[in-house]
């Protein structure tokens, strides 16, 4: 009788083990306008995102007399995905602007800037697969780089069900083709989570599983996050 021992790595596409992120890199303060800036590449995804203010605002019926208020805006170029995305906000990009403004929010200490509004633009290059996690990770750089007054960098990661097994940070193929995406975001030094969202459906225990991975891979993204901001603040001494 002939045993086949199943290699965990059998079930990924990209030969990535069940608990593996893709390629990471992150860069802090490569926009010279903008008041911080992150560039970030997760796999095949490439963002941009651009941090202004804290700044009084045009729109002076968004200011609060008690507090700053952040307002974000994701926007995936035409050319980030393979049918050409018809430019212009859609239902999926303010839902997305919407969560990663509250994904954000709370690490803020926007009470030290009232009447002032923060501005975020993600702007999504290239697009494969939880870009609006690699936003949130990307856009918590860009506003650390602003020097905004913050408890906590956040970020952003997603853990899935694919092939009956939970896996971190699914590609754009396992995000279509694999049976639930659990996106999250935490405070890394609580663990506090910012945004949690499920797409599919899993069991609890697969649910439980899949949080605790992708918040085991927030904690490894973490690092590259602050390996970023400590890059830029040495090379300006
Ligand atoms: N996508 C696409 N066209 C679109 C929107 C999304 O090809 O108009 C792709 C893109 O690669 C994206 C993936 O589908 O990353 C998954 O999209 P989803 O809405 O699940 O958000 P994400 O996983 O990027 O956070």
Same mark, same amino acid.
């Given at each position: 009788?002939?045993?086949? +021992?199943?290699?965990?790595?059998?079930? =990924?596409? $990209? *030969?990535?083990?069940?608990? &593996? /992120?893709?390629?990471? !890199? +992150?860069?802090?303060?490569?926009?010279? =306008?903008? $008041? *911080?800036?992150?560039?970030? &590449? /997760?796999?095949?995804? !490439? +963002?941009?995102?651009?941090?202004?203010?804290?700044?009084?605002?045009?729109?002076?019926?968004? /200011?609060?007399?008690?507090?700053?208020?952040?307002?974000?805006?994701?926007?995936?170029?035409?050319?980030?995905?393979?049918?050409?995305?018809?430019?212009?906000?859609?239902?999926?990009?303010?839902?997305?602007?919407?969560?990663?403004?509250?994904?954000?929010?709370?690490?803020?200490?926007?009470?030290?800037?009232?009447?002032?509004?923060?501005?975020?633009?993600?702007?999504?290059?290239?697009?494969?697969?939880?870009?609006?996690?690699?936003?949130?990770?990307?856009?918590?750089?860009?506003?650390?780089?602003?020097?905004?007054?913050?408890?906590?960098?956040?970020?952003?990661?997603?853990?899935?069900?694919?092939?009956?097994?939970?896996?971190?940070?699914?590609?754009?193929?396992?995000?279509?083709?694999?049976?639930?995406?659990?996106?999250?975001?935490?405070?890394?030094?609580?663990?506090?989570?910012?945004?949690?969202?499920?797409?599919?459906?899993?069991?609890?225990?697969?649910?439980?599983?899949?949080?605790?991975?992708?918040?085991?891979?927030?904690?490894?993204?973490?690092?590259?996050?602050?390996?970023?901001?400590?890059?830029?603040?040495?090379?300006?001494?």
């Amino acid at each position: 009788m002939i045993f086949i +021992i199943k290699d965990s790595n059998d079930n =990924r596409e $990209d *030969g990535r083990s069940f608990d &593996e /992120l893709r390629s990471l !890199k +992150i860069e802090s303060g490569i926009l010279k =306008r903008a $008041d *911080g800036s992150a560039y970030l &590449e /997760l796999g095949g995804n !490439k +963002i941009l995102v651009a941090v202004y203010g804290p700044r009084e605002s045009f729109i002076k019926r968004l /200011l609060r007399p008690n507090t700053g208020v952040i307002r974000c805006r994701y926007n995936m170029a035409p050319f980030s995905v393979d049918d050409r995305k018809r430019p212009g906000p859609d239902r999926r990009s303010i839902e997305i602007s919407k969560i990663t403004a509250e994904a954000l929010r709370p690490s803020l200490l926007l009470k030290s800037f009232p009447n002032s509004m923060i501005d975020v633009s993600i702007e999504v290059i290239e697009a494969e697969g939880g870009t609006r996690c690699a936003g949130i990770t990307a856009a918590a750089v860009a506003l650390a780089d602003a020097g905004i007054p913050m408890k906590d960098i956040v970020v952003g990661c997603a853990a899935g069900k694919v092939n009956d097994e939970i896996v971190l940070d699914l590609s754009e193929k396992e995000d279509k083709e694999g049976q639930a995406d659990v996106p999250i975001a935490i405070m890394p030094r609580t663990n506090e989570i910012t945004l949690l969202q499920t797409d599919g459906s899993l069991t609890e225990y697969e649910f439980e599983k899949a949080i605790d991975l992708a918040i085991n891979g927030c904690h490894e993204i973490s690092k590259i996050q602050r390996n970023a901001l400590k890059r830029k603040y040495e090379e300006s001494l």
